[in-house]
């Protein structure tokens, strides 16, 4: 059995509930909210954990060939990092990536996001900002429609990026919460090639690792947990999120329209908040 890294052994007795949480990306139980899990550990020893509890003794082939991860070494804001991610496969190839983890190991939530691509119209070129607690691996694993698995990944120099304060007034945040900006970033010239869009929501994406400066309080985790987007009523992808997203968490990502049609985005939070928006592309 992996041996259990001990920013997790106070789940040695549920291992099992354990593994069901990551899988949902929902790893924020206050046992884990601390802001730099894992310092003094090995490197390679949490994620060892992670890769045998989520991808068993699966393959997983490194390198870029199939996906690409871009993040800055050291950050300059952690509760703002940037990532892009971009796929290597030919738009013409008849393999194409239907999955995709996104994993910060020292991160008290490891798993940001997990990505369902359920048309070959979605391609895997996303662009969003996470948060990044302390120094740590970024990674980025893509299932391809074959079933096989292959990881980029980057190391990221960042402290304090989950314990950030929501900047602003967040009752004002929370007022606004849910509404959305969708915009085309770039347009090709028909509708057969890839068009670059992005969606931003509003939302605090709250960790329960701030604390209020008042109070000493730390609020509840209060975050965007599902995020679905479908062109022409077909949903091209979907993505289940945790509070590693950043607040107002932004994703840009490309997607063949193959027509006019609305597009739409419906998300849900941890609250069972849910809020939505179409737009129209012509």
Request: charged share 25%; net charge neutral.
């Amino acid at each position: 059995m992996t041996p259990i890294p001990s920013r997790f052994r106070g789940f040695q007795k549920s291992v099992s509930g354990l593994v069901a949480v990551l899988a949902l990306g929902l790893l924020a139980a206050p046992a884990l909210a601390q802001e730099a899990p894992g310092q003094g550990e090995d490197e390679e020893e949490v994620w060892s954990f992670l890769r045998k509890e989520l991808f068993q003794d699966r393959t997983i082939t490194e390198g870029e060939s199939v996906v690409d991860l871009t993040a800055p070494y050291r950050a300059q804001d952690p509760a703002m990092v940037p990532l892009s991610i971009q796929e290597k496969l030919p738009a013409d190839s008849d393999r194409r990536i239907e999955k995709m983890w996104l994993i910060i190991d020292e991160n008290p939530s490891p798993m940001t996001a997990k990505l369902h691509f359920e048309s070959p119209r979605a391609r895997a070129n996303l662009s969003t900002r996470v948060r990044v607690a302390t120094y740590s691996n970024v990674r980025v694993i893509a299932e391809t429609a074959d079933g096989e698995l292959f990881m980029d990944k980057e190391f990221v120099k960042a402290t304090g990026g989950c314990s950030a304060p929501v900047p602003g007034d967040l009752k004002e945040a929370k007022r606004h919460m849910g509404q959305m900006r969708m915009r085309i970033r770039e347009r090709s010239e028909g509708w057969q090639a890839p068009w670059t869009l992005q969606v931003q929501i509003r939302h605090p994406n709250i960790t329960g690792l701030q604390k209020d400066p008042i109070t000493h309080l730390r609020p509840q985790p209060h975050y965007v947990r599902k995020v679905r987007v479908s062109y022409g009523g077909e949903t091209m992808l979907w993505a289940e999120t945790t509070f590693g997203l950043s607040e107002n968490p932004s994703i840009r990502f490309d997607l063949v329209p193959g027509g006019p049609g609305d597009l739409r985005i419906v998300a849900e939070d941890t609250e069972n908040n849910r809020f939505h928006k179409t737009l129209a592309l012509q």
